[in-house]
């Protein structure tokens, strides 16, 4: 980052070491969290509003481990997210790989596609939920339905904008159309594919709350509007952390996936790979240094 | 924080490599699209499916002649949540890209926001809508506020990534012809990151719908997110139906109104507006030349 | 001497819609072993008569035999090299070097032990493992040289393939390259749109100019082999440089380029 671009006054700040580094994290939070804290108490803020972080870790607290209350709500939620990501995932890639693979069936189902991306999911929700009922089918429609649309799009602009020289080189080593999709298309379109998982993860777990918020009887969302409109608010700040750990949680697990899969394109994982290959090798054609 | 995804739907809109002529295009959807109607229309009048589920299209366009015209009341609804996605849209636009304009300015403050902005962006935020509903009311003020969070994290990252976009070399022609930072933020790092931005803000307006209506789901007196969970409710299916056929109507119109604001404004990314701009200030310089 | 007539073409060309002709008329034989470079400036049709004997576009008219049999697609026995190395980032070298086996489903130890000593030939030892991204352009380049190599064909088509190094790297894989294709068994053609390039690597430099894109002169360079650098400053050597500098200023008087 050009010099431009810094700060005058505190530009010492990057050469901190990391140990120094968290504990400038860590003092920021204090303050911040310190103040907050220190507001609710002396009566600045309004509690019924704002709670104190205090209660709302207490809250927390007795969520987990006294009551244990919390673990139903998150295991239904994750479930249902969950189900509604594979569901909304596999017709996603599915129809994007069909119309990779078939331009016909892509001629007839382009302009649905462009319909489609316009309408925001949400929008559905009284539909999916008058269909579907007030269980955790309805849930699982909706995360289905918001996060089929990115790794739709993402797989089928991956698949077909391949590098045309990479094209011309299977065609001109004779492949069939089977080993162009299976050594070409797909870790071309590896990258960007998983992009679009990253995001149906997101929508997936959004679409979830919102279903729960419409109408559910279980699940952490509705555990947090329950909470708020009863205006109980550490429960309903504790309840949001309790989301914002789900998403976390997912973001590890998306970040993992695309470290593993994606090892190209980071030089440590390069050099695991390669030398992993290596020395497969190795042990299947003996030591080559003789030849 | 990054921007992964680089797909849009553009790339396998009705261009001709992927439908034929444009002309054969409509006239081949528009037949189909007619033909599904018709095997719809009878499957409900023989007893095929159920009106409550999918209700009959001739059903469907009388709903839309009422709410429009005999009874007008989605106008109202329609200006609403219009109103609060635009609204919410534009405080969470401004938010955003001020917000990133000062982490961009300032290294120090980019480190300390790091892990508040990978935890908001972890948190579902739309999780938000009941604690907002409660602070703020059944009025607008909730539902332009969950706009508003909703739709801030696009501009914010986009806005990061294209002003960060600028190049080195750039910098340096700057640098070396003395600009200062106000210069340089306004002539160099600005239009650089307008193309990006401008994706950002896009994808804001999408988003901000999807807010305002998920806050109105949770509760409202008003707009279309609650008109069509009453006709749902009620099963009203048609008039439901019709409800999100205007929706996605104008957001469609949206979608396509800022695409070609978009076009206008990135002048030099299109031949055409690039010709004309030429010509126009060819014109201007020699007037003032006395040429 | 008879020679082995490997690849001929009469009358050949190539019109992509009704006002680009990127061939006309290309009429040419080349013998067995051989190494022709064409050579020309930007749009004289040289990558497209290229492309044309490979296989991979089809002619408009005229004939093009290659081992007196009609070039109906791409063959086993013509292996291509483009400008860009075009490796899979996700294979390390040996398994780019083996695409062209596991393609024709013939991956096994022999075919493994010959992408291996593929990769020593172009002089990649200690790199056989290394991916794409770890590499610099000229290794990359080695890299889709030994895969070319890999195929077994023998009449290797090669696209300005180090146009895109820089002059020291490109002059000492030119010499690997000679080294390697020396001999009657291995035709070669060479584009390039560098003059002393073409004269350096051929025994015959084809000269085409553009639009419509013709072979305007065939050229036999009478040098001796094996060629060495020192060669580019002896009067003999620009003798021939000043030959395909005058064919293209006659053809291409007043043209912009």
């Known amino acids: 980052m050009s010099d431009i671009g810094s700060d005058g006054v505190l530009a010492g700040v990057k050469e901190l070491t990391p140990v120094q580094k968290t504990l400038a994290h860590g003092l920021v939070f204090l303050i911040l969290f310190g103040g907050w804290e220190f507001g609710a108490r002396a009566g600045y803020v309004n509690e019924l509003i704002m709670p104190a972080p205090t209660s709302i870790a207490y809250r927390l607290y007795e969520m987990f481990f006294v009551t244990g209350s919390i673990y139903w709500h998150y295991i239904i939620t994750m479930y249902e997210a969950t189900m509604g990501f594979i569901i909304g995932v596999s017709i996603g890639m599915g129809l994007a790989i069909t119309a990779a693979i078939s331009p016909v069936f892509r001629r007839y189902w382009a302009p649905y596609a462009v319909v489609f991306n316009v309408t925001p999911g949400i929008a559905v929700t009284p539909f999916i939920i008058a269909w579907f009922g007030f269980g955790w089918s309805s849930k699982i429609a909706l995360a289905a339905l918001v996060c089929f649309f990115p790794p739709f799009i993402n797989t089928l602009t991956g698949l077909l904008n391949i590098d045309k020289d990479a094209t011309e080189l299977f065609r001109s080593l004779g492949s069939t159309k089977k080993q162009y999709f299976q050594k070409c298309q797909i870790p071309s379109a590896l990258p960007i594919i998983i992009a679009g998982l990253k995001l149906a993860m997101t929508g997936a777990l959004i679409g979830t709350i919102v279903a729960q918020f419409f109408s559910a009887s279980e699940g952490v969302g509705i555990l947090m509007q329950r909470f708020a409109f009863r205006l109980n608010m550490d429960g309903s700040f504790a309840a949001l952390i309790v989301m914002s750990l789900m998403g976390l949680s997912l973001f590890t697990l998306m970040e993992y996936m695309d470290y593993k899969v994606l090892y190209w394109r980071r030089h440590s994982r390069m050099e695991e790979v390669g030398a992993k290959r290596k020395r497969k090798w190795m042990k299947e054609m003996g030591d080559m240094s003789q030849a | 924080m990054s921007n992964d995804q680089e797909a849009s739907v553009s790339n396998i809109e009705l261009n001709s490599q992927y439908t034929g002529t444009l002309g054969g295009a409509v006239i081949r959807h528009t037949l189909i699209f007619f033909v599904i109607m018709f095997i719809w229309e009878m499957a409900n009048r023989t007893g095929f499916s159920n009106p409550l589920l999918l209700p009959r299209p001739t059903d469907i366009v009388a709903s839309i002649w009422k709410i429009y015209v005999t009874q007008g009341n989605v106008w109202y609804h329609l200006w609403v949540t219009f109103q609060e996605a635009m609204l919410g849209c534009l405080v969470g636009t401004v938010i955003g890209i001020a917000l990133a304009v000062a982490a961009v300015l300032s290294d120090t403050f980019r480190q300390f926001l790091k892990p508040y902005i990978i935890i908001v962006e972890a948190t579902p935020r739309i999780a938000v809508g009941p604690i907002f509903v409660t602070w703020f009311g059944f009025g607008m003020s909730s539902k332009v506020a969950l706009a508003a969070l909703v739709c801030f994290f696009a501009p914010f990252v986009n806005t990061i990534t294209g002003l960060l976009g600028v190049q080195e070399e750039s910098y340096e022609l700057f640098r070396s012809l003395g600009a200062n930072r106000r210069q340089v933020f306004w002539r160099l790092m600005i239009p650089t990151a307008l193309p990006t931005m401008n994706a950002g803000l896009k994808l804001a307006v999408g988003s901000a719908f999807g807010g305002a209506l998920v806050a109105e789901f949770i509760s409202a007196q008003a707009g279309m997110g609650i008109l069509m969970a009453r006709y749902t409710m009620s099963l009203n299916m048609p008039s439901a139906f019709a409800g999100l056929l205007s929706i996605t109507l104008y957001g469609f119109l949206l979608f396509r109104t800022m695409e070609v604001i978009d076009r206008r404004v990135l002048y030099w990314l299109d031949d055409d507006l690039m010709a004309k701009k030429s010509a126009k200030r060819a014109i201007k310089f020699r007037q003032e030349l006395g040429l | ?257």
Request: net charge negative; aromatic share 6%.
């Open chain 3, 1 to 257: 001497m008879a020679e082995d007539i490997v690849i001929s073409g009469s009358g050949l060309g190539k019109q992509f819609n009704e006002t680009v002709i990127a061939v006309e008329d290309a009429n040419f034989t080349i013998p067995r072993g051989s190494f022709i470079s064409l050579v020309g400036p930007s749009g004289c049709g040289k990558s497209t008569l290229l492309r044309l004997i490979s296989g991979l576009i089809e002619k408009s008219g005229g004939d093009l035999l290659v081992r007196n049999a009609e070039v109906e697609g791409p063959r086993s026995d013509i292996g291509m090299m483009f400008q860009k190395a075009v490796l899979l980032d996700w294979r390390t070298s040996i398994e780019n070097v083996l695409l062209p086996d596991e393609i024709r489903g013939t991956v096994d130890q022999d075919a493994k032990k010959r992408a291996w000593d593929h990769l020593q030939l172009v002089g990649l030892k200690d790199f056989e493992f290394s991916f794409p991204r770890q590499l610099s352009g000229g290794m990359q380049q080695r890299v889709a040289l030994a895969r070319l190599l890999q195929t077994g064909a023998d009449i290797m088509l090669l696209d300005e393939p180090f146009g895109a190094l820089d002059e020291f790297t490109r002059e000492r894989l030119n010499d690997e390259l000679l080294r390697i294709v020396e001999g009657p068994d291995i035709t070669t053609i060479f584009v390039t749109h560098n003059i002393q390039e073409a004269i350096y690597l051929a025994d015959q430099v084809f000269v085409m100019t553009p639009r419509p894109g013709r072979i305007a002169a065939q050229i036999k360079i009478d040098l001796p082999t094996p060629r060495h650098i020192d060669m580019l400053t002896t009067p003999e050597f620009n003798k021939y440089v000043q030959e395909v500098r005058d064919v293209l200023a006659g053809h291409l008087d007043g043209q912009p380029l």
